[in-house]
Structure formats: structure tokens, C-alpha cells
């Protein structure tokens, strides 16, 4: 039997993971509090003495703003500790997957971003993030690296989706950003797709290296914001919500400068697996009929 290390288990990513891997094997969960990132020095040995075939490394410090101000933790749990992570695989022979982020990208291609494009992140996000990716490549022969983007889920802390219903729930108008484009993508479908990848990868080491995967399609911030509500709506979700008002990304300033356009290449990922991703108002739908369940 396959043993795999989780990381992340309350993150949105790593409960759907906690589901989807265990067709793989027997899944080893484990929280901030077993295993703390934020202390790398401590993180090898507990690996490996747990010692996994597979690690999947859905941790992560996902505060983007905030990582400015938290740099040092940003860097610690984003960069430092997948270096750690991949040393301790690379020792017990463990294949490591990770997942990474659009936001090593500086948002200025118009055409959707090919692993191979150069990286040049805008804020310490994505440098810590970048960071991570390096530490991996460069210390454990067989890696996975997905970089996804724009993640919400039904499960874990919040995202764009349920601060949407939220805001929509007490105000009649929002005003939503329209000048960022990328590729809104729900947890559950990366966690297929990690599991996927991860048991090809099982059966052919060459399936290794770095893939990018979101669902298909395009959205503006404010596109996603007008689609969240008008299928909402449709399933009974109690909004008061009248006017999404679209605006620029000046108009809404924060502390990290998000990419403007951040779509990724599915061309690499499509041909490793076969099938195509589901496109993102498609995966939107079933994330809301989810939670809608899960809130009973």
C-alpha cells in the first residue's frame, strides 16, 4: 500500500485532497500543529521518520496582502519550507508534488503563460512562492509542481466565492474589480487533477516537473462577481444584492500588486491526462450546490 503524506489538511485544497488520494493509498494527514512549516529545521526529521512514498505539499501561507507585512512567515512556510520538504524526499526516495501559484508571473503576457515562460513575481506572495518551486527543483529529482490559480472551495477558510455571498447577503451594490483576467478554479477539480497527475506519475517516472492547471475559461474579478450571483440566485441563496458596478484596479488599491492578466497553459496538462479541464463556471456551479448542502 502507497503512503502518502498530506500537508495542509485544513486548507481548501487539502480537504478535498484528504478524499481523492485515498484511491491511491493510505493517506497520512497532517495539520499545522503535527507539522509546523513555519519551523523548517524540524521538518526532515519528522518526515523522515514518518517515511511516505509520496508527499503532497498542499501548505501554504495564502494571505497575499498580508504577506507583506509577514514577509519573514511568507517566506519561512512558502520558501524555505519546501526546500526542506524535497531535501527529506530526495533522502527516502519519496516523490514530492507541490503546488504553486499564477503569481510567480508578472501579468503582462495577453497569451496564457507555458511552464517554461520566464517568472518574474510583483510581490513577496509570489516570490515566496517562487521561492518554494526553486527549493523543490533543486533538491528532489521527482517532483510534480502545479501551479494553479484563483482557488475557492466549499471547504476550509475563506475565498473570493464566500466573501461574495457574504457581501451579497447585506448590501444592494458591490463594486468588484474588472482589469485582472485569469482563471477562477475550484479546489475540488485541482485535487483530482493532483491525483490524477500523482498516479500516472506512479506508473511512468517521466511524468515529472512542472504543470499548470485551472479550470477552463476566462474571468475578469468582476466577471466571477456577477457569475457567483446569478447562479446563486438560481439556487435560493438569500442576497440582497442588485448592482455589481465594474472598476479598475486603481480605483481598489492593496498592498500586493496582482498580475493583471494571469491565464495558464492547460495545452501541457490536457495531453498528460487526456481530458480537458471543466470550464470554471461549469466547476462554479456544482462548488455552490456543495456548500449549499454542507451549510444544510
Not at 521538518?43 to 514577509?71: F, G, H, L, M, R
Not at 507555458?114 to 510583483?122: K, S, Y
Not at 475550484?186 to 506508473?203: F, V
Not at 471543466?278 to 450546490?289: A, D, N, Q, V, Y
Request: proline share 5%.
Amino acid at each position: 500500500m502507497t503512503k502518502i503524506l498530506l500537508t495542509g489538511i485544513t486548507g481548501q485544497v487539502g480537504q478535498e485532497l484528504q478524499q481523492t488520494l485515498t484511491s491511491l493509498g493510505d493517506v497520512v494527514g497532517v495539520s499545522r500543529q503535527q507539522l509546523d512549516l513555519s519551523q523548517p529545521a524540524q521538518i526532515q526529521q519528522q518526515i523522515v521518520e514518518i517515511k511516505p512514498d509520496v508527499i503532497v505539499n498542499a501548505a501554504a501561507y495564502t494571505a497575499v496582502d498580508k504577506s507583506e507585512s509577514e514577509s519573514e512567515l511568507a517566506m519561512a512556510i512558502n520558501g524555505t519550507a519546501p526546500k526542506a520538504i524535497a531535501i527529506a524526499a530526495q533522502e527516502i526516495g519519496a516523490t514530492l508534488v507541490h503546488i504553486s501559484t499564477d503569481y510567480v508571473f508578472n501579468g503582462q503576457n495577453h497569451t496564457p503563460y507555458l511552464e517554461t515562460d520566464q517568472t518574474e513575481p510583483l510581490g513577496v506572495y509570489g516570490q515566496s512562492k517562487l521561492k518554494g518551486e526553486e527549493g523543490v527543483r533543486s533538491n528532489c529529482d521527482r517532483h510534480i509542481i502545479l501551479r494553479t490559480a484563483w482557488v475557492y472551495g466549499s471547504r476550509g477558510h475563506g475565498n473570493f466565492v464566500k466573501t461574495m455571498l457574504r457581501l451579497g447577503a447585506q448590501r444592494e451594490e458591490l463594486k468588484v474589480v474588472a482589469d485582472q483576467i485569469g482563471s477562477p478554479t475550484w479546489s475540488y477539480d485541482i485535487a483530482m487533477t493532483i491525483t490524477n497527475l500523482l498516479a500516472k506519475s506512479l506508473d511512468n517516472p517521466e511524468i515529472k516537473g512542472t504543470y499548470h492547471f485551472t479550470n477552463s475559461g476566462v474571468a475578469s474579478w468582476y466577471d466571477l462577481a456577477v457569475a457567483i450571483f446569478a447562479e446563486a440566485k438560481q439556487l435560493g441563496f438569500p442576497l440582497k444584492i442588485e448592482r455589481v458596478l465594474p472598476i479598475t484596479t486603481a480605483e481598489y488599491p492593496t498592498p500586493t500588486q496582482r498580475p493583471a492578466y494571469s491565464v495558464l497553459s492547460k495545452v501541457k496538462i490536457t495531453e498528460t491526462l487526456g481530458s480537458y479541464p471543466p470550464h470554471w463556471r461549469e466547476s462554479l456551479r456544482k462548488m455552490l450546490s456543495q456548500w449549499q448542502s454542507l451549510e444544510g
